[in-house]
T-cell receptor
Framework: QQQVKQSPQSLIVQKGGISIINCAYE??????FPWYQQFPGKGPALLIA?????SEKKEGRFTISFNKSAKQFSLHIMDSQPGDSATYFCAASPRTGNTPLVFGKGTRLSVIA | GAVVSQHPSWVICKSGTSVKIECRSLDFQATTMFWYRQFPKQSLMLMATSNEGSKATYEQGVEKDKFLINHASLTLSTLTVTSAHPEDSSFYIC??????????FGPGTRLTVL
């Protein structure tokens, strides 16, 4: 119930293409869903986050789509660039309290020219 | 955005010695800090949750006497790996949470135990 399932494990996308990473959760108490980007040897950096009161959030080339009934959310990276090559983690937690984030296992994205 | 620092960024120590890692929230007060461990090509593994002024809550399987956590102020938490052994070699990352929902992560500390 505490798991967040993330797919695919790895992804190769051509430069300029769309990268799509999917996550699914079971715990209905989750109501905060961030995505983090991590480069090798660095800490994760918050990319974008969504709450269940909206179905989509866009920030620049990054969009989160959220389907509350299916308990799924996804990250879309438009016009993918080689600099986007990194590991992406989805996560979830309840908004209230100091409950830690539950992370997906990560997706290694490679954007090739 | 909020900034979290960690010191040192990397450390090499001999087996049996202790190592202290500092995590600081530079521009906000962190009511809660979290400590993670990450092995190569794997996700973040939560070790413990630390609230300012109280004892840390450790995840199952994490030895609290080996990984000492102190959260003495709203901007500083420390992780001390006591009597380190080669199997403790890993990438340790802290995160801090203020009044909002967001957890901000530090840059990580690479620990190598010889």
């Amino acid at each position: 119930q505490q798991q967040v399932k993330q797919s695919p494990q790895s992804l190769i996308v051509q430069k300029g293409g769309i990268s799509i990473i999917n996550c699914a959760y079971e715990n209905t108490a989750f109501d905060y869903f961030p995505w983090y980007q991590q480069f090798p040897g660095k800490g994760p950096a918050l990319l974008i986050a969504i709450r269940p009161d909206v179905s989509e959030k866009k920030e620049g080339r990054f969009t989160i789509s959220f389907n509350k009934s299916a308990k799924q959310f996804s990250l879309h990276i438009m016009d993918s660039q080689p600099g986007d090559s990194a590991t992406y983690f989805c996560a979830a937690s309840p908004r209230t309290g100091n409950t830690p984030l539950v992370f997906g296992k990560g997706t290694r994205l490679s954007v090739i020219a | 955005g909020a900034v979290v620092s960690q010191h040192p960024s990397w450390v090499i120590c001999k087996s049996g010695t202790s190592v202290k890692i500092e995590c600081r929230s530079l521009d906000f007060q962190a009511t809660t800090m979290f400590w993670y461990r990450q092995f190569p090509k794997q996700s973040l593994m939560l070790m413990a949750t630390s609230n300012e002024g109280s004892k840390a809550t450790y995840e199952q399987g994490v030895e609290k006497d080996k990984f000492l956590i102190n959260h003495a102020s709203l901007t500083l938490s420390t992780l001390t790996v006591t009597s380190a052994h080669p199997e403790d070699s890993s990438f340790y990352i802290c995160s801090a949470k203020g009044a909002g929902d967001t957890q901000y992560f530090g840059p990580g500390t690479r620990l190598t135990v010889l």
